[in-house]
């Protein structure tokens, strides 16, 4: 469903993202992994049609970002790192709003809604400005927004952000239902909530990809008994930070 080839994207000096290749197939959960400043929200970025990639070929299914950006947008469901909601708007007012935006018409949005209501449980604030919402209702809203066309790629940035505890728990669980039948692909730092869901884990620091496989893949390329996804990626950055010297 996502098929990255050597993507790379630079702002003026600076290289971003550095010759990236990867894949995510229907039915899996990736965690894209990395310190702040490592490239992760890039890479959303282009996958969602927001960026262009410097060189590269980005395909979403069939759909080339380049070529056909539209076709890709309807494809995909993204959540960006900052959350970008109408504050002013009654969530359940938004949400209608965004299901039109992608051509549903006006049953079928109800229908919708009620759907992503229910599975990201935001009942408690339908009827609530965005604004006033909690940090961690206003990820549920930007989680349902992006849930609202059922998207065949899912596509989040840091989506735990402002969750509490049991809140982390139940996203867990969210995610796993989500994959059916579905791409999805998270980036985030915290490396507890790629280890609980993820099917497969990249591996990113200053733009380049150090990993992509399983943890237990990953150990034994590295050479290192089965151990934490933690010290596995501390081992891989400590190497390739030699590699440069």
Sequence with gaps: MIRVEHV?????????????SFSVDRNEIVGFVGPNGAGKSTMLKMLSTYLAPTRGTIC??????????????EQIGYLPGDTPLYGDMVVGDWLRFVAGAHGLTDAAAETAVNTVVETC?????LAKRIRECST????????????????????????T????????IAFRDLLRQLKT??????STHIIADVEAVSDRVLMIDNGRLLADGTV????AEAQLPETSLENLFAHLVDTAGVDDV
């Design 181 to 186: 039948d579905r791409a999805v692909l998270f």
């Design 8 to 20: 790379t994207r630079t702002y003026g000096q600076l290289v971003a993202v550095d010759d990236v």
């Design 161 to 168: 952000h402002g969750f509490d505890p049991l809140q982390v």
């Design 136 to 159: 961690g209702f206003r990820q549920r809203v930007g989680l349902a927004s992006a849930l609202v066309h059922d998207p065949a790629v899912l596509l989040l940035d840091e989506p």
């Design 216 to 219: 237990s893949e990953l150990c």
């Design 60 to 73: 979403i299914g069939e759909s080339n970002v380049e070529q056909d950006p539209v076709a890709v947008r």
């Design 121 to 125: 449980d935001v009942t408690p604030v």
